[in-house]
């Protein structure tokens, strides 16, 4: 199977072709989405096959497609090396893991865009499925890639399919710009990515995930010093802040929710913004490598988490209360990996994955059934028009919630628990934000579906069709079942998920052979592989005496469980009260204490201040090479802290002005040296004859004279 | 050896300046013979005596030798400008032919008055004795001042003749006072005896003043700026193709003039000997460095800004006298025969520039304002590609002729380590750009005015401009054999010797 | 009181002056002749110089020169004069501040 | 044919040029196809620079060697290596589109339009192809008058003003350079004994430090001049706005590549120790160009002036590249000047069609076009993604390379010029979103006709480029190896490790154990540490489809010696 993986990114690639070349001119509806749903269907397929595949042996399978950069000498600190890049896939658990996310909650989330984007015109409703299938096909890339720059071309290329899809319609301003912003914002973010890759290089003389991964095994752990495995990773996390909008960098995330809704849930809650969890997962050799830059995740996560979770409180917008829920849930995962609970990490993205795309394709049915409403305080009473969409969204908000024995509870509980062990502070950071989560996320039920005010929809509010509710059935189902896969031992479950992902995220070392493709095995490779999960078992082990933390005493964890039970029980039981029994009790608080209110309904005034700070932040490493720039040209020194577009703006007139006006007055200067000249020809003999002379004495002069 | 008169050898050698000489006569005879109707076939005659003069100057090219008493060198310095010149004069000649039928003047007395100037250059040329030089030089100044005023009615061409008189026999005086301290000096006026003399003894101050003497005098002639003034104002007063000619011809003779004098006569005394400024030793190439500086600037300052593409090609002319004397300066062998090809090029490209605004010469239309060659490449598309090539030329931009004698000079001044005249060479290059590209811009952009009369061509005026245009074409894309043909040329400077063998 | 003998520097010295006188008259006067009278003056330095130094050197080339000169600045003169008398027909004066026509 | 073919390729043009001549100015439909059947003569002629590429020479190839000026050393010598064969394609690919771009938009003085662009080309070539010093700069500045006379006469705007004041910009540059040039002549003479412009033995001369240092300023003012690097770009913009399309399209695509050519095959391996002394100057001003030039795009309201400025800021890019002297960041900066004249070339193709529709380049009056032209806007936005360095297009891969040479040598070069392609994505996405996004609410522009045949087929071969390079460059990445190997080599042999089997042009034949056919199980430790992943083989068509499994080994009880506590990343000794 492995051989075949190539073939995951490439039918949805092929979709998006097809579609993007002749269905837009030619296709009609069904022929669009047929191509779109069939495609992503074989992904899944083939992906169902990879993970099988991977559970059966935990070995990494790296895949050759084709050279790309070929090798160019270069120097690193390793000494001689190539600076090389191929088409490389890597298929290991995790990548697994990954894919069958990418590919199941993007099957059904087509499925259901199938039926959402009905209205749209038939060019544009295949321009979409294109997007959607290209996003699907770089997002495999991304998860598959096997080494940096090939996924790197993925990582890029869900950005750009997020920008055109934020910016799907296009012709209204607010979504153009909220694609822009999250482009533009990513690249901040890519610039650390970037850079990190190229420090990763110059430290390790490859950029192949599993060399990196052998090779920074061996570097002794940075726990004293910020030395170079810090910087690579500080770097790379800054990129993966962009990707998963964390701070500073989350600002986007809010904005995007411009795009459709099957995009939100799609890229922007289940899997695009959690690449930035996926490369912190992929390269955790790399970052336990680096426990200073763990803990600033840890505090990043925890932090955006906790304020993520604060704003959505008051926010009235459907989809921005769920974008907000996704930062937070984003925030945890950090936190998740910062404090080393790799796995948990992982294993949070997936449950959040399912719960979230539910909860935002729900979200969808709503605002499909209220014709493009999306404010909160406008719905009321749909659960009797939406029964469907009611339960399911139930379902995902008690998994959100951490409600057992839903799926969120598992997950969620392993973070909170290995966090526990690690940081107390952090832990109740982590803690409140659970229940935020909790009340924020009734609030929404309560507004949407409780309540005694109709709907003030036009038509009466109707349940969504088949094509639209089946996804969010089987995506609900997906939600209940897929946390027992990572039951904790203490209640008696196997921890399955961590056992499975151990291969991809313990140390290793790597040994490689190579094995033309359709020929058997050679000898030697069952013995190998049994070494391998010999070898696997002996480091799980290390990793445990690492992290003593994950070996918590039974009765710790269950009073933590039920803690975060309760934890969560507490937010629904308040929303209850606040929105469904006692509605005015929101207003009094607002009132009471107007300054919080205000505070989180402007979402700390950081959108409002951020975006110049963004600015700022875009040109700050500019900014002082300019100012370098400013004296060189003409000597002036410019204010500091001038927004950029006056910066650049002046920076059009200094280039008018200032470099040109230097050529220009060579020009004028000669014109006037001209002029002078010409004065001088008067016309008359006797002053020409007088210039001769002149010209004589001055030989003359100087010679006698200054001998 | 001891003998007075003249021998076989020196007739034969003096075959081409008598041949140009017979011609002028007949020309003379044909003025008075010829009715009006027929006078146009005066330049034929013109045409058949420069040719005839520069075949027999091909056949003795390889002559290294002197003759008259040691007063007259036929070497390939000598040859190579007699060739020049004779060329000059022809394409004169031929771009004057219409020119003369529209400005009404008699051509039996033009084309001698052209052919004495050639004469007289020629002698120039050849001369290794400073009386023999003056000889020369007077013979061509005097036609050239009857012929920058040749226009009699005309009172612009009358202006440029007494301008041009008067300064210049001030500049010969100048000239000649020099030469009289030169031969007080060293008790010779034969260039290889001055030198003999002045490599033996010591120099003073005398010798410097002399020096300057001849600088001012010689630098009037090829005008560099100082002595510059009168050529914007001949070149613009005069008829046009005297204005090539005397831009052309008379710039080349006193260049070889110069070239006799000094490297002949005063080669010890190039880069020290006469004295010493702030502590630096002072030979004729400072004086020199300071007039190519000065010409080349004030030339281009000057031209910007013209809006009379004579004037304007007058001051560019003063600028490339700067060009030129890069080589002197230099004073190597590779400088030397850079100036000689420079030279030639810019015959070429001076001469077919200046025959663009001889052809825009029309009833009613003077043809010498930028404005007149406006949509001159729509009306005449293959005159618009040769003004084009000659501005280029000029300019220095490849593949034109002009772009590697320019190469060559800086290549000279680098060689010898001026690489301050050299820097200042190329700016000054790259600054003389905008006003030659202005030609071009009214050539080949701007539209013309409605209602101007048509621009006719004559046979002769092509067959001159094809000349002028694929020379400057040739020389820039294979200057090979020009190349050679400069360094043998300079090679030969000094080298020729008293003949032996049947021609005595 | 002691007589001094007349040697070459004497004349030298005079031609010098002469010169100079001439080069002064050039850029003095106005009328067109008596310019071109300086001019001769001028070249009657060099006459002056070219014998002088002939005859110091004891060889005859200097005066051979000098009647060159002559010769030449008569049929200079002769030129001159025809065309200041073309000048004088077109604009009637000569007045050189009058050669102001071409100029810039 | 094969011995001549670079005289072949050189004067096709030319001669389709005196063709031209001798068509009658009125029949121009006659004169557009002679010009288009003779630049794509051009095109298909200069194939066989790509198809016979020989890797293994190290030489020039194609090599043709004629008197020229036998008395002074000069030769009519032409030959290529990797990197001007490349250039060469690019030049003929981009004239015949430049010619085909112009259809419709000349109608005036069409005959000389023509003339000028073919010679034009000409010149272009010559330049890459001279292997003589002297003959480089004689085409070299035959390129300035066509493309003056583009500007003055087809131009727009200011185009008089533009025009003259490119020409006399790069002129001055020019000149200054021709006395390096000279120098570099009489220095080789005074050491050698011969005169010579061949640059292979100027190449091979050791010349004082002193000297070197100021040819090399000489040489850097003509070349910076032309690239144009920050602070003597200000003729770029005047020039690109106001120029005709295909006048746009051939500046940015491959007039400005010639003055990084000029650095890389002159500056570079003959002045090694004044280029490496003048490494911190030369990439300063490249990273302020990158900066600048961005920032200042981001200001503009004109379409093609922004361009422009793109243009600056990229070829900043390309010389911080090639000024880290490694074959990482070499071969980046070599590779990023295609992809340039890919990219820009192409956005200036863009501009040029509306610009043909509306007559005005206010990004102002467009808006929503992707309505009307919604294949020009895939196009447009293929390009940009091109041009701001998406991955799996060509932009990428340049930047990628040219970053990562830079970073090993100076990691605060490499970041500071990292921003550069955020603020890329900045100025090129709002640019796309003001014109291609938002309501088409102007008539004017709802009635904008989408691309015609014609125009698909100008821009094929660009997207084509674009995507071919973006996935699979090794074809050309090892045509410039020979280039970059000789030029480190010459420059900064400290920066080229001593790999075994890296010969100077033989293809990356870089630890190639294990790549044969058949089963070869191959362990590969850590220690060898170039390549844990899979390992290419030789030969770049036939990629073995094999598979790697990596997997974990070497018992952790044996622990491996570590290494010493790392120091932040710091140069190595390369400079």
Known sequence: MTTFVWLLPFFPAAGAAINGLFGIRWFSRGVTAAIACVSMLVSLALAIAGGVNAARAPIAREVFLGEWIPPIPAVTLKGAAAFHASWVLLIDPLAAVMALVVTGIGFLIHLYSTAYMRSEPRGSYARFFCYLNLFCAFMLLLVLGGNFI??????????????????????????????????????????????????????????????????????PIERAQFGGLSIICLLLFVGAAGKSAQIPLYVWLPDAMEGPTPVSALI??????????????????????????????????????????????????????????????????????????????????????????????????????????????????????????????????????????????????EILLQTFGRNRALWVLASITSLLTAFYMFRLIAFTFYGTDEPSSPHPPHEAPGTMTVPLMILAIGTIVVGFMGIPRTLGGANAIEHFLAPSIAETRAVAFLKVAGQPDPPGTQEMIAQARE???????????????????????????????????????????????HPEVPRRAAERWSGVHALLLNKYYVDDLYDATIVRGTFGAARELWRVDLRLIDGFVNAWGVTTRVLAWMSHMIDKVGVDGAVNAAGWSAGEGSFLVRRGQTGLVQNYALVIILGLFGFLTVYLLAR | MTAIGFSRGDLYYLLPELI??????????????????????????????????????????????????????????????????????????????????????????????????????????????????FIGLETMAVCFYILAGFLKPNRRSNEAAVKYFLLGAFSLALLLYGMSLLYGLTGSTALRAIATALASGSSGRLLAVAVMLLVAGLGFKIAAAPFHMWAPDVYEGAPTPITAFLSVGSKAAAFAMLLRIFFEGLPAFHLDGLGSVFGQPLGWASFFYVLSVLSMTIGNLAALTQTNVKRMLAYSSIAQAGYMLIGIV?????????????????????????????????????GDELRDLAGLSSRQPAIGIAMLLFMLSLGGIPPTAGFMGKVWLFASAIEAGYFGLAVIAVLNSALSLYYYVRVVVYVWVRREEPGTPPIVLSRAMIVALAFAAAGTLALGVYPRILFELAQASAASLGRAEPMLGWLR | MHLYPITAYHYLVLAAALFALGATGVMLRRNIIILFMSIELMLNAVNLNLVAFSRLNGHVVGQVFALFIVAVAAAEAVVGLGILLAFYRNKETLNIDEVNLLRG | MMAHLLTLILFTPLAGAGLLLCVPRAQEQAIRWTAAIVATLGFLLSLPLWFRYDFTATGWQFAERAEWIPSIGAWYYLG?????????????????????????????????????LLILQTGLLGAFMAVDFLLFFLFWEVMLVPMYFLIGIWGGGRRLYSAIKFFLYTLVGSVVMLLGILALYFHGHSVTGAYTFDVTELQQLTIPFALQKWIFLALFFGFAIKVPMFPFHTWLPDAHTDAPTAGSVILAAIMLKMGTYGFVRFSLPILPDASRYFV??????????????????????????????????????????????????????????????????????????????????????????????????????????????????????????????????????????????????????????RTMFGTLDRPENASMADLGAREIVTFAPLIALAVWIGIYPAPFIRRLEGTVTRVTARVNPAAQPAVAGVPAAAGPALNDTGAGTGFNPTLVTCDSAPAAGPKPSATPSAPPDFVTIASCADSPSKPAPKPAPKAPPKKPGGR
């Not at chain 2, 007699?82 to 032919?97: E, I, N, P, R």
């Not at chain 4, 956005?347 to 509306?358: A, D, S, T």
């Not at chain 4, 990428?396 to 970041?415: M, R, T």
């Open chain 2, 20 to 133: 140009v000489c017979t011609g002028a006569l007949l020309l003379l005879l044909a003025d008075v013979a010829l009715s009006q109707q027929r006078q146009a076939r005066a330049a034929w005659v013109a045409i058949l005596s420069l040719g005839a003069a520069a075949t027999l100057l091909a056949v003795m090219s390889a002559s290294e030798t002197t003759i008259a008493r040691g007063t007259f060198a036929v070497d390939g310095f000598a040859i190579f400008f007699k060739l020049l010149f004779v060329m000059s004069a022809a394409v004169t000649v031929l771009l004057s032919h219409r020119y003369l039928t529209i400005e009404g003047g008699r051509p039996g007395e033009y084309y001698f008055l052209v052919l004495c100037a050639t004469a007289g250059m020629m002698i120039m040329a050849s001369g290794i004795d400073l009386i023999v030089l």
């Open chain 4, 280 to 433: 911190p100057l030369v990439a300063a001003l490249a990273i302020v160009g990158i900066v600048y030039g961005a920032l200042v795009a981001l200001a503009q309201t004109d379409w093609k002036r922004l361009v422009a400025y793109s243009s600056v800021s990229h070829m900043g890019m390309v010389m911080l590249g090639m000024f880290a002297l490694t074959p990482v960041g070499l071969t980046g900066g070599l590779l990023q000047q295609i992809n340039h004249g890919i990219s820009t070339g192409a956005l200036f193709l863009i501009v040029g069609i509306v610009y043909e529709r509306r007559h005005t380049r206010e990004i102002a009056e467009y808006g929503g076009l992707s309505k009307a032209m919604p294949v020009f806007a895939a196009v447009f936005l293929i390009m940009t993604l091109s041009s701001i360095g998406l991955p799996a297009l060509n932009g990428f891969i340049g930047e990628l390379l040219i970053l990562q040479g830079v970073y090993i040598v100076h990691p605060i070069w490499a970041g500071v010029g990292a921003v550069g392609i955020v603020l890329g994505a900045a100025y090129m996405l709002w640019l796309f979103q």
């Open chain 2, 330 to 366: 230099a004073g190597t062998p590779r400088g030397v025969s850079a100036a000689l090809l420079y030279l030639v090029v810019y015959a070429f490209m001076q001469l077919g520039a200046f025959g663009v605004i001889v052809l825009m010469r029309r009833e009613g239309v003077a």
């Open chain 1, 535 to 581: 070898e696997l078992e002996r480091d799980r082990a290390a990793h445990r005496a690492a992290f003593p933390v994950s070996e918590a005493t039974e009765g710790r964890a269950w009073a933590l469980m039920l803690l975060s039970t309760l934890l969560g029980a507490t937010g629904m039981a308040a929303a209850w009260r606040f929105y469904v029994n």
């Open chain 1, 150 to 219: 090939v996924m790197f071309v993925g990582w890029e290329g869900v950005g750009l399919c997020s920008y055109l899809l934020i910016g799907f319609w296009y012709h209204k301003g607010s979504a153009a710009n909220a694609g822009r912003k999250a482009f533009i914002v990513n690249r901040i973010g890519d610039w650390g990515f970037l850079v990190g890759i190229m420090a990763a290089f110059f430290a390790f003389g490859t950029l192949d995930f599993q060399a990196v991964a052998a090779q920074a095994g061996r570097w």
């Open chain 1, 268 to 413: 922007h809650a289940a899997t695009m913004v959690t690449a930035g969890v996926y490369i912190v997962a992929r390269n955790a050799v790399l970052f336990s490598h680096a426990p200073l830059v763990l803990a600033i995740i840890a505090i990043v996560g925890a932090l955006t988490a906790l304020m993520a979770a604060s704003i959505a409180i008051v926010q009235t917008d459907i989809k921005r209360v769920l974008a907000y829920s996704t930062i937070s849930q984003l925030g945890l995962m950090f936190l998740a990996a910062g404090v080393g609970a790799v796995s948990a990490a992982v294993f949070h993205l997936v449950t959040h994955a399912f719960f979230k795309a539910l909860l935002f394709l729900g979200s969808g049915a709503v605002i499909h059934a209220m014709a493009g409403e999306q404010d909160l305080r406008r719905m009321g009473g749909l659960k009797r028009y939406l029964p469907v969409t009611f339960v399911t969204m139930v379902v995902g908000a008690l998994a959100i919630a951490g409600i057992p024995p839903l799926a969120g509870f598992f997950s969620k509980d």
């Open chain 4, 80 to 116: 290529v290596d990797g990197y001007s064969a490349l250039l060469i394609l690019l030049t003929t690919l981009i004239g015949a589109i430049a010619v085909l771009c112009s259809w419709a938009g000349i109608t005036e003085r069409v005959k000389e339009y023509y003339v000028s």
